[in-house]
């Protein structure tokens, strides 16, 4: 099918343009961009329907979200990698990175064989596997790397904790280099978490819930980025949520570590202060912190020392979720509420402009993870999301296509609706009244 995206505001920082105009898709392919209402193609396009009027829209190169859990296999009563792409597709995502803390995790070439197997069954949008760093993810025999990478593994991770034995990481970085892929680091110190299950400070005080200190992530990053130094390993920093996450990561960049960093929706849309009470909605790892790391994560989002938002969904059963914070697992949706709550929390306060929220959300992702796309140049596959940033509406959890509801954000009034997903020029989301 060819397509017609006619009239839409352009946003492709990689090729610098922030412009209305027209969008010819051939063949799945971007094939002209301009003025192109005389054109014969797009006369053609006109005569079968095949045209998006995108008026009063903004036209993107694909978001690509590098850290999701799908829970496919194992935990399949709390997401699929149907439903899971599915979300993502409605949240204007053009692809994922399953993380692998999965049942079994994915740890060898055939278990990453195994998610692209389902995935190219089942998913719309491209999926992008993240391997296991060790065996099992038990911190204690690195995995077979390359062998992961040869079955299509786009980068490694333990997500859900970090590898506490340096030397084994050590080794890992080395290959994961080797190799070229990114090591995407979920950074919390085991032996100081211990209960913890939201941020140390009044409000864990208040509730009586044991906190998790800043060092808890702190202390990792620190190492990870020296580890990242001397192994010349790229190294992508997961959901960071403290204020010295982001000047370490600073401080890294200008000696010259190959280091990059994620913030998801939740902590920067959120401070501990807004915890109503012992509502697990509102358990996430790592937790919602103060104001000060708040302010400070959104001005290294909007001086690009972050590089990229991703969401870190982690859907889970209502069950599991309605028990007390103490008890409820780690974790929240993000896929359906990511673009909005960025629109609302970053663009419209003035700490994103449009095209940065693309790059962010798009451009940069993309990069980090070495894979095409991130861009809308003539020649590339029309991996397009069509959204605006004006429309008003209620978040409502009860309208996610996730099997997962648990949100925090849940009747928040937010900016930002995503009209149409598009991958291959194939539209696999648009929305609907
Ligand atoms: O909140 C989280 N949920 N943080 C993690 O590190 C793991 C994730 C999950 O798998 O549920
Ligand atoms: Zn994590
Ligand atoms: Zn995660």
């Given amino acids: 099918m060819n397509l017609w995206i006619k009239n839409g505001h352009l946003l492709d920082p990689a090729n610098q343009r922030d412009e209305i105009c027209d969008l010819y898709i051939k063949d799945g392919k971007v094939a002209r961009i301009g003025s192109l209402s005389s054109d014969t193609d797009v006369k053609e396009c006109e005569k079968n329907g095949e045209v998006i009027d995108a008026t009063g829209k903004y036209v993107m190169p694909g978001f690509l979200d590098l850290h ?9 009563y709390k997401e699929t990698i149907e439903s899971g792409t599915r979300a993502a597709a409605k949240g204007g995502f053009t692809g994922v990175c399953p993380m692998p803390n999965t049942k079994p995790p994915t740890d060898c070439p055939e278990r990453v064989k195994k998610v692209l197997e389902i995935a190219s069954r089942d998913s719309r949008i491209h999926v992008y596997p993240v391997g296991a760093v060790t065996i099992g993810q038990m911190g204690e025999e690195v995995a077979d790397i390359e062998g992961m990478v040869k079955a299509g593994a786009k980068a490694i991770s333990e997500d859900g904790k970090s590898v506490m034995n340096a030397r084994i990481y050590h080794r890992a970085m ?30 864990a005080r208040e509730l009586g819930i044991e906190g998790i200190t800043n060092a808890v992530e702190d202390v990792i990053v620190a190492r990870d980025i020296l580890l990242a130094k001397e192994t010349k390993a790229r190294l992508h920093l997961c959901h960071c949520s403290t204020k010295d996450s982001v000047d370490m990561i600073q401080y890294a960049k200008e000696n010259g570590v190959d280091v990059s960093g994620e913030v998801c929706p939740h902590h920067f849309s959120l401070t501990q202060d807004d915890i109503p009470g012992d509502d ?150 648009q929305y609907e009244e």
């Fill in 68 to 76: 999701v859990h799908l829970r496919e296999p194992g935990f399949e």
């Fill in 174 to 203: 080395e290959e994961a280099a080797r190799l070229g892929i990114p090591v995407m680091a979920h950074c919390e110190d085991k032996n100081m978490v211990g209960k913890g299950a939201m941020n140390a400070g009044e409000k």
């Fill in 280 to 429: 697990a909605n509102y358990k996430m790892n790592p937790p919602l912190r103060a104001s000060t790391d708040v302010e400070r994560l959104c001005r290294g989002l909007s001086d690009g020392t972050m590089e990229a938002i991703s969401t870190d969904h982690a859907p889970h059963s209502e069950e599991e979720k309605n028990q007390s914070i103490a008890k409820a697992p780690f974790g929240i949706v993000g896929s359906e509420t990511a673009y909005a709550l960025t629109v609302t929390n970053l663009v419209k306060k003035g700490y994103l402009t449009p095209m940065q929220l693309v790059e962010r959300m798009s451009t940069n992702p993309h990069r980090i993870l070495g894979v095409p796309g991130g861009n809308l140049s003539v020649g590339m596959p029309a991996d397009i999301t069509i959204a605006d940033m004006d429309t008003s509406y209620t978040i409502d959890k009860h309208t996610f296509v996730s099997k997962g509801k648990n949100t925090p954000f849940h009747g928040m009034k937010v900016y930002g609706r995503v009209f149409y997903t598009l991958v291959a020029g194939e539209i696999v989301y």
